[in-house]
């Protein structure tokens, strides 16, 4: 609406006019100073940017652009780029107040890395920042596909599969069937496998699970039940209830059924998971990829170092985070120096019990608080 004559759109023209460009769609880091027609770097390929922008810690765009053409010489993809870098490189000299800064970043899907010095006539302050997150969440069709994965049960925070109403078929026992221990109506149960390869080459270390539903996971609309596993128990949520004529209805309130305790299976590098009996099912997980910390299933990581000098103090800290799927690790470390004493501490907190070590040194005396005090000539 903002074209008013021929020449707007001829200089429109031009500046298309044998541009190359590849189809894209996903998520992917992006740099926040982008606009919407802007050409960006995707795996060393242009791609026009259409899409929207969000900030969760760092700015990350969905984008949307599509090339419709006849032939296309590059296939539209759909992947998340974690490959992509925001690397910031920044110097400040404030003459006025006597300070000089500099500042190197790099942002990541899943990480981000901070070194910041600043310096001024009476101190000079370092600290260097490492956040990374080793959770991952995929979602998919038919089956699903988690990369990265570790060998083992535990690894898996959240699966979830949501019900069908035309694949979660139930037919009720005829009454002029016998009784048996085997006979289980159809869509009274379902197969669940964890494998390392895909359900079109099914391997021999595949982990089979069965599930004993009284009734199957139903949707009505964009309403569904699901079944879930949570940090290890498995749940399943009605919200479709039948009527007396069987005809479905949306439930005023959630009702939740508790199956026990279920931890799938993971494989090295690639697990597969889906539903033996039906396909077209949509699930979803959230996994815990391979870390240098796997053997305490850390999810989040964060370190922060800092030193801090000044004309009659040093001080130097150092603090570690490990978020667990079941509780946080903290430990840290300190270290003050002045012409007079020497402070160290030391801590490590694990959920609600924390354990702390003390050592203050003056000319006078020295001061020693732990739980467990070692010796050695």
Do not use: W
């Not at 922008?53 to 993809?77: H, W």
């Not at 959770?135 to 049960?153: A, F, W, Y």
């Not at 978020?323 to 694990?350: C, D, F, G, P, Y």
Request: aromatic share 8%.
């Amino acid at each position: 609406m903002y074209i008013v004559d021929s020449d707007q759109v001829e200089n429109i023209y031009n500046q298309l006019n044998n541009l190359e460009c590849c189809g894209f769609e996903g998520s992917t880091i992006i740099d926040p100073s982008l606009d919407i027609g802007d050409i960006v770097i995707i795996d060393n390929k242009k791609v026009i940017f259409q899409g929207d922008m969000e900030y969760v810690g760092k700015f990350k765009s969905s984008i949307s652009s599509k090339i419709q053409a006849k032939s296309k010489e590059e296939t539209t993809r759909t992947v998340i780029s974690d490959k992509a870098k925001i690397r910031r490189v920044q110097s400040e000299i404030n003459q006025i107040d006597g300070r000089i800064t500099q500042l190197v970043q790099e942002t990541g899907q899943y990480d981000e890395k901070i070194s910041k010095v600043e310096q001024d006539i009476d101190s000079i302050n370092q600290k260097v920042s490492n956040v990374a997150d080793f959770t991952r969440t995929v979602e998919g069709k038919n089956e699903i596909h988690l990369s990265e994965t570790i060998e083992g049960k535990g690894y898996i925070l959240d699966f979830n599969i949501q019900g069908n109403t035309d694949n979660f078929v139930y037919l009720p026992p005829h009454d002029g069937l016998t009784p048996s221990n085997n006979l289980v109506p159809l869509g009274g149960y379902f197969t669940i496998i964890s494998d390392k390869q895909n359900r079109a080459n099914m391997s021999e270390e595949a982990e089979i699970v069965r599930i004993i539903l009284e009734e199957p996971l139903r949707n009505l609309g964009d309403i569904f039940d699901e079944f879930k596993i949570i940090k290890g128990k498995a749940t399943v949520i009605r919200r479709i209830g039948v009527k007396d004529d069987l005809s479905l209805h949306i439930l005023e309130n959630e009702e939740l059924d508790e199956l026990g305790e279920l931890e799938l299976k993971t494989f090295k590098d690639d697990t597969y998971i889906y539903v033996e009996e039906y396909y077209n099912l949509a699930y979803s997980s959230k996994y815990i990829i391979q870390n240098d910390y796997s053997e305490n299933y850390v999810t989040n990581y964060e370190a922060n170092s800092m030193i801090s000098q000044e004309s009659n103090k040093i001080q130097e800290t150092v603090k570690e985070n490990f978020a667990t799927k079941n509780e946080l690790i903290e430990e840290s470390s300190q270290r003050i120096q002045t012409a007079q004493e020497i402070r160290q501490e030391v801590s490590r907190k694990v959920g609600e019990d924390e354990v702390i070590s003390k050592i203050n040194q003056s000319a006078e005396e020295i001061q020693i608080e732990a739980n467990k005090i070692s010796l050695k000539r």
